[in-house]
């Protein structure tokens, strides 16, 4: 139950702050405080910022405009950024082009997005075969120019003969654009732009005739905020009669299957069949449910829906394949085991153990015609396994090149074997090729380069004793012959949700830290899912705590074992991550000297009220629920944040066009920070006006962007090369 009083206090009650100055640049003071007070389970909530929500309000645009020029202004003055920037570039310019998201159709035809060393963003691109030359489909880049706004490929999808190719594409980071149907043979697209689309998830019939996607009701935008991505709808196109474009499942078209409304059904056809699947995502909850039905009723929209697999299974994946349908589940394994049922009588309670529980975590699996296809996890390290449809098949290891993480982007149930990306710490992400005739063979679709597999890098893995005895692994890189005298500078990075871990890469921008004697820390706290569904549920609505208890741990095993000191230590994480790094901070703005929070969730208890709030409730908890109220505002760093306290320096980072978590959560805490810190360190935000969540980012809007991270970092550790001089 929940009461509201609402009061709104004279703003003209509170001095106004005086605007703070560094590197010679004015940085605007924050607003006056309007507060709002809100009572929850007989707790007053005080929010100094509600208006802020109102990012269109002409007078809080006009501050988060002065806000950013002026963050722009003295990061361009810090002395050794634009150094330090060009480093970045030029490691860039000498590594290997990535290809992201490999998919290999029936025919032997590879699609994937690539960007080369010159490359601002990934193109469209495919192949005939793996030693094919390249064949652009679409370059974002030229949009770009055309239009003024970055744009970027949020996913894309061949048909399974490889003939026709549908692409979304968005731009200025936010997320929601315009699917695209091209014919490779004519290169002219089958139909017009389809509009509404926040990742299309496309599902091609077999015979290519069609195809279900995803899309966002009509009128979304003009909706309240937290309703807005309610009832997004899968949708049926057939190339014969594109206008003929009909919704086929969603919450309210399917009510009597009595989802919420922020579920999300992806409907596709079961390959070598007549029926049709649907996977239903219940916001970010980690359990799917799953349902048969006749292909084409549900092509129809007409589908009598068979349940398969309820929200009791625990059930996160699902994969058709040999006649079988693999689950991936947690029920009476919380590091995961796999079942199958037959898909003719898919009955769980007669389900098969095919992958039985063990101390690794299944992380992933895919079903493809030869096999089943397993990865394992021990701490952050994978293993690739296979196991035959055949019944009494044995489970068998795959040789990988290296220990690092395995990613399968492609395995399909009328073609033999997978396709993966294999990346480690020290060595670059590369896509190979696996079946059981031709064994694991790297594909040659990017040019190798100078940062591959660094041999002055060294990464270590430890384990870190928590504040109640729990041990949270940490990986760290640096250099080789780093001195483990607390000189260096050093980053924590961390993250801690959703179940997700930080696998093994290396990004070659990251060798310019290093290589100038950084340390970068990776702490895998909990929350997330290095050791499994425990593991999550450990660092979780009521156990959040655990996320940033563990990130204050591994900071404080960082000095204590010499990698750095704390007025050389920083602590970055995004998204959820804002957490990690916002907790710490105010829990203990004693052991950093910098903090960045990027795109970061900072105000608990409304962070339900956003667009894309609602869907994960099951993730950090609602107001309407008491247990869970608290543990919002336990994990709020708005709420958090004392007066008078010193904290350490602060840049916040945020793309205005964020969907995923609204830019207001950063202007609410930098507004509070600003104003309650007596550290007289600098609270900035940089904010970019072309650019969301962070997908679809161009090389040169990262680029800026860490460079900007490091080098304010580097001034508040202290660096000479980047201490801001003031002007005469």
Not at 298 to 314: P, Y
Not at 450 to 458: C, E, L, Q, S, T
Request: glycine content about 10%; overall charge neutral.
């Amino acid at each position: 139950m929940k009461r509201i009083a609402l009061g709104v206090l004279c703003a003209a009650l509170a001095a106004p702050l005086p605007a703070a100055k560094f590197g010679g640049v004015e940085v605007p003071a924050p607003l006056s405080p309007r507060p709002v007070v809100e009572t929850h389970w007989g707790t007053p909530v005080e929010d100094p910022y509600r208006y802020f929500e109102d990012t269109k309000d002409a007078g809080v645009q006009s501050w988060m405009k002065a806000q950013a020029d002026a963050t722009d202004a003295i990061l361009a003055r810090i002395p050794g950024r634009e150094a330090l920037l060009a480093r970045i570039r030029e490691i860039e310019s000498q590594a290997s082009g990535n290809a992201s998201r490999t998919v290999r159709t029936a025919g032997g035809r590879y699609f994937y997005e690539k960007r080369d060393p010159q490359d601002n963003q990934f193109r469209l691109v495919w192949r005939e075969s793996a030693n094919g030359p390249d064949r652009l489909i679409l370059d974002p880049e030229q949009l770009s120019r055309k239009t003024g706004r970055p744009h970027a490929i949020m996913d894309f999808a061949p048909s399974p003969d490889g003939r026709r190719v549908a692409y979304a594409v968005q731009a200025g980071g936010g997320e929601i654009g315009t699917l695209h149907v091209v014919d490779l043979a004519s290169g002219k697209e089958l139909m017009p732009p389809i509009d509404r689309i926040r990742y299309a998830g496309v599902a091609w019939l077999d015979d290519g005739s069609g195809f279900f996607y995803s899309r966002l009701r009509e009128g979304y935008d003009r909706l309240p905020a937290e309703q807005r991505f309610n009832d997004h709808a899968a949708h049926f196109v057939s190339l014969a009669a594109p206008a003929a474009d009909r919704r086929v499942f969603s919450a309210s078209l399917n009510a009597d299957l009595g989802l919420p409304r922020y579920a999300q059904g992806h409907v596709f056809q079961i390959p070598g069949t007549k029926l049709a699947g649907v996977a239903v995502s219940l916001g970010v909850e980690r359990y799917l449910l799953y349902y048969l039905g006749d292909l084409e009723d549900a092509k129809r929209g007409e589908a009598k829906w068979r349940q398969v697999v309820t929200k009791d299974d625990q059930v996160s994946s699902a994969w058709p394949a040999g006649g079988w349908l693999y689950l991936r589940t947690s029920k009476g394994a919380p590091r995961f085991q796999v079942l199958r049922v037959p898909l003719a009588k898919p009955d769980l309670a007669k389900a098969e153990v095919v992958v039985p529980p063990s101390r690794s975590v299944v992380a992933t699996i895919r079903a493809a015609k030869d096999a089943l296809y397993v990865v394992r996890r021990d701490g952050v390290a994978h293993s690739l396994w296979r196991r035959a449809h055949a019944p009494g098949a044995a489970l068998e290891r795959v040789a990988l090149p290296f220990e690092g993480s395995a990613w399968i982007t492609d395995g399909w149930p009328d073609r033999d074997g997978v396709v993966l990306t294999l990346s480690g710490w020290t060595s670059a992400a590369k896509p190979y090729a696996y079946d059981a005739k031709s064994g694991l063979q790297p594909l040659p679709l990017v040019a190798p380069g100078a940062f591959d597999a660094p041999d002055d890098i060294v990464a270590r893995e430890v384990r870190v004793t928590s504040h109640d005895g729990v041990e949270v692994p940490m990986s760290i890189l640096a250099r080789r012959d780093a001195k483990l005298d607390g000189s260096s500078p050093a980053i924590l990075y961390g993250y801690g949700a959703y179940g997700l871990t930080d696998n093994p890469s290396f990004t070659p921008r990251i060798h310019a830290w290093l290589s100038r004697g950084g340390v970068y820390a990776i702490a895998h706290v909990r929350g997330g899912g290095a050791f499994g569904e425990e593991w999550h549920h450990a660092g979780r609505k009521t156990t959040k705590p655990n996320t940033w208890k563990d990130a204050i741990a591994c900071a404080e095993w960082l000095v204590a074992n010499g990698y750095t000191a704390k007025s050389r230590m920083g602590i970055f994480g995004g998204s959820a991550g804002g957490i990690f790094v916002g907790r710490a901070i105010t829990e203990r703005p004693d052991l950093f000297a910098a903090a960045v929070p990027a795109v970061g969730v900072l105000d608990g208890p409304r962070a339900e009220t956003s667009a894309n709030g609602v869907a994960n409730i099951p993730e950090f908890g609602t107001v309407k629920d008491e247990a869970e109220f608290r543990a919002l505002m336990a994990m709020s760093t708005l709420h958090a944040v004392k007066d008078g306290t010193a904290y350490p320096g602060l840049l916040l980072v945020h793309g205005v066009n964020d969907i995923r978590v609204d830019v207001w959560q950063t202007l609410k805490a930098g507004a509070r920070f600003a104003e309650a810190t007596s550290s007289g360190k600098p609270v900035l935000m940089r904010l970019e006006y072309d650019s969301g969540h962070g997908q679809g980012s161009t090389r040169d809007q990262q680029q800026r962007r860490i460079a900007d991270i490091w080098s304010f970092m580097l001034w508040q550790f202290g660096d000479p090369a980047f201490q801001p001089k003031e002007p005469m």
